[in-house]
């Protein structure tokens, strides 16, 4: 079954930049996995940060960034802040109607 | 607004049938364009996809529980349900129902708040 790699942690200092990736464990992601991202705060539901690879979704602030770099999928938190501290979680659409989620990374802001 | 509210019993005991249902309000599940996804997260552990339906009755489920999952829809009810069969401890999660706005986006834009599923004797 495919794996979908994130970093286990991050840290990060406040004003600072910290880019997350979302990998596969055999193959390169693309656009046409249609990356998306979100964030989960323990006891709340998740939120959409990013999907179809870089749109970001509605009441998103625009520090938050996602692209493809090199073989993975991206997010980029640019100017972090303490209300960032979370987990993040990319979802790669694998065809035939289901997705993966990704393992998960989190960041601390310190 | 759209709100998502799943229900079920939070107690299951091991070998039989997890039922949960999420009700959906502000929005109708047979309007046509949104797909209406279960997502699990057991305890220290990451999110996992457990599957979607379609309001024609379509469905897509994780490859590792296809062959313990049933989603299915009720219209008249604007719920859509969830069966997972032979659970074990390895399935105590909070389950979460949310709501795909359209096909192929990886969006799911809205959730409900989950609720806790414990299979224990």
């Known amino acids: 079954q495919t794996v979908v790699t994130q970093e286990p942690s991050f840290s990060v200092s406040p004003g600072g930049t910290v880019t997350l990736t979302c990998g596969l464990s055999?193959?390169?992601?693309?656009?046409?996995?249609?990356p998306s991202w979100y964030q989960h705060t323990p006891g709340q539901a998740p939120r959409t940060l990013i999907y179809?690879?870089?749109t970001r979704s509605s009441g998103v602030p625009d520090r938050f960034s996602a692209s493809i770099l090199g073989n993975k999928a991206a997010l980029t938190i640019t100017g972090a802040q303490a209300d960032d501290e979370s987990d993040y979680y990319c979802v790669l659409y694998m065809g035939g109607g289901i997705y993966v989620f990704g393992t998960g990374t989190k960041v601390t802001v310190l | 607004q759209v709100q998502l509210q799943e229900s079920g019993p939070g107690l299951v005991k091991p070998s039989q049938t997890l039922s949960l249902t999420c009700t959906v309000s502000?929005?109708?599940?047979?309007?046509?364009?949104?797909?209406w996804n279960w997502i699990r997260q057991p305890a220290g552990k990451g999110l996992e996809w457990i599957g979607r339906i379609y309001t024609g009755g379509s469905t897509s489920y994780n490859p590792s529980l296809k062959s313990r999952v049933t989603i299915s829809v009720d219209t008249s009810k604007n719920q859509f349900s969830l069966k997972l069969s032979s659970v074990t401890a390895a399935d105590t999660a909070m389950y979460y129902c949310?709501?795909?706005?359209?096909?192929?986006?990886?969006?799911?834009?809205?959730w409900g708040q989950g609720t806790l599923v414990t299979v224990s004797s």
């Open positions: 502000g929005d109708s599940i047979s309007s046509g364009s949104s797909y």
């Open positions: 055999s193959g390169s992601v693309s656009p046409s996995y249609y």
């Open positions: 949310a709501r795909e706005v359209a096909a192929i986006t990886g969006d799911f834009d809205y």
């Open positions: 179809t690879t870089n």
